[in-house]
C-alpha cells in the first residue's frame, strides 16, 4: 500500500495583490512543513497535470470555460479581476485552477485503479463553492467533482465526503439530481454559503444521495465522531464506493478564524482513519484551512494516518479535542443526528 501526493509550484501562482485569506503563503506553509517532517521519503509524489477538456465537460458548461478561458486565459502580468464578491484571479490563476483539477482527477483515478493506495492533491485555488457554471467562495473549477466524474466515468462507484467547515453547495449542486455519486457534507450551520440543511437530500434520481450533516457553530470533536459514528459511516457502507474523494478543508479548526469550529488536528486524523475503515482507496483534495501553522500541521496529521493506515488508539496515540475530559456530544447534535438518521433510512 502506497500514499501519494501531489503538489507544485503551479498552484503557488495564484496570487492576489492586495490582502486575500485564500493566499498561496497557506500551501507554501503545508510544503514547509512536510519537508521538514520525518514524512520525507515515505510517499510518492505524482506530478500536477492540467485537466482536460472532456474532463472538465463532465461537470461545467462549455459556457462558463469559455467564459473563464477569455477573462484569464492570456492575462498581462500585472492583471487582476473579481469573478463574484470572493473570488479574485491574476495571471497565474487560469494554469493553477486547470492543474487543480487535473491533479485531483490523475490522482483519484490511479488510487481507483489500484488495490488499495491512498493520496493526497495539495492544490490550490479550492473547489467544492464552484457549480457547474459560475465561480464562487473562492473557488473557480470543482477538482473534487471533476476527480469523482473521471472515477466514474471508468464505471466505478465513488463517494465524497467534505468536511470543509463550509457546505460544499457547488459539488451538491453538480450530484443532486444524479444518483450515481454521494455526496456527505458536514458543515457548520447557519453559515456561509447559506445552503446545506438536513432537509436538502437530492432531487429525482439524486433522492438520497446527498447527505448534510448542519452542525452547529461551537461543534468539535465530539460532535463530529457522533456525526460520522451515526450517518457518515452507516450512510458509505451502505452505498459501497468503490473509491472515497475528501473534500479536505481544514477550516474548521479551532484556531482558524474564518469559523467557529473547535476542531483540532487530531480530531481531522480521526475522522481520516474511519473513512480508511470504511474504503482504504481514499482520495483528499485541499479546499479551506487559512490559519498558517493549523493548516499544516492537520494535514501532517492526516498524512500520517494516510501512510501508517491506523486508526485512533493505533501507534499515532490521538488525542481529539473533548474525548480526555469525556466530552459527550452536545444534545442539539444528538437530536439532529437522530433525524438524519430518520431521513437517510438508517
Ligand atoms: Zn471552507
Redesign the pocket.
Known amino acids: 500500500m502506497k500514499t501519494y501526493l501531489s503538489s507544485g509550484e503551479v498552484f503557488l501562482g495564484h496570487r492576489l495583490v492586495g490582502e486575500h485569506p485564500e493566499r498561496p503563503e497557506r500551501l507554501q506553509a503545508v510544503l514547509t512543513a512536510i519537508d521538514g517532517s520525518d514524512l520525507v521519503g515515505r510517499f510518492r509524489w505524482l506530478p500536477p497535470r492540467r485537466a482536460t477538456d472532456e474532463e472538465l465537460l463532465r461537470v461545467h458548461t462549455a459556457p462558463y470555460l469559455a467564459d473563464l478561458r477569455q477573462r484569464m486565459g492570456d492575462l498581462q502580468p500585472k492583471g487582476q479581476g473579481w469573478l463574484d464578491p470572493d473570488t479574485y484571479y491574476g495571471p497565474g490563476t487560469y494554469q493553477a485552477a486547470l492543474h487543480a483539477a487535473g491533479t485531483a482527477c490523475e490522482l483519484a483515478l490511479r488510487i481507483a485503479e489500484s488495490s488499495g493506495d491512498n493520496g493526497f492533491a495539495l492544490v490550490r485555488p ?1 473547489g ?1 463553492h464552484a457549480s457547474s457554471d459560475r465561480a464562487m ?1 473562492f473557488c473557480l473549477l470543482n477538482n473534487v467533482a471533476v476527480a469523482a466524474a473521471a472515477v466514474r466515468a471508468t464505471g466505478r462507484r465513488v463517494a465524497i465526503v467534505d468536511f ?3 457546505h460544499g453547495n457547488g459539488t451538491e449542486e453538480i450530484f443532486a439530481r444524479d444518483g450515481s455519486v454521494l455526496v456527505i457534507s458536514l458543515h457548520q450551520f447557519p453559515f456561509y454559503p447559506g445552503s446545506g440543511a438536513a432537509t436538502a437530500i437530492g432531487e429525482g434520481n439524486g433522492r438520497g444521495f446527498i447527505v448534510n450533516i448542519p452542525l452547529p457553530e461551537g461543534s468539535a470533536g465530539p460532535e463530529y465522531k457522533l456525526a460520522c459514528k451515526r450517518v457518515v459511516l452507516p450512510v458509505l457502507r451502505r452505498f459501497a464506493p468503490d473509491v472515497i474523494l475528501v473534500s479536505a ?1 481544514f ?1 474548521g479548526h479551532a484556531q482558524d478564524s ?2 467557529g469550529m473547535g476542531l483540532v488536528e487530531d480530531d481531522y486524523a480521526a475522522m481520516v482513519a474511519s473513512l480508511l475503515a470504511v474504503q482504504s482507496r481514499l482520495v483528499l483534495v485541499l ?3 487559512y490559519h498558517t501553522s493549523a493548516l499544516p500541521a492537520s494535514v501532517l496529521s492526516v498524512l500520517r494516518v494516510l501512510i501508517d493506515a491506523t486508526g485512533p488508539g493505533g501507534p499515532g496515540g490521538y488525542r481529539p479535542s473533548g474525548h480526555d475530559a469525556g466530552t459527550a456530544a452536545s444534545d442539539e447534535v444528538r437530536r439532529l443526528l437522530g433525524e438524519l438518521q430518520k431521513l437517510h433510512g438508517l
Request: charged share 25%; net charge negative.
Open positions: 479550492p467544492h467562495g470543509d467547515v463550509h478543508g477550516d474564518l469559523a479546499e479551506g484551512g
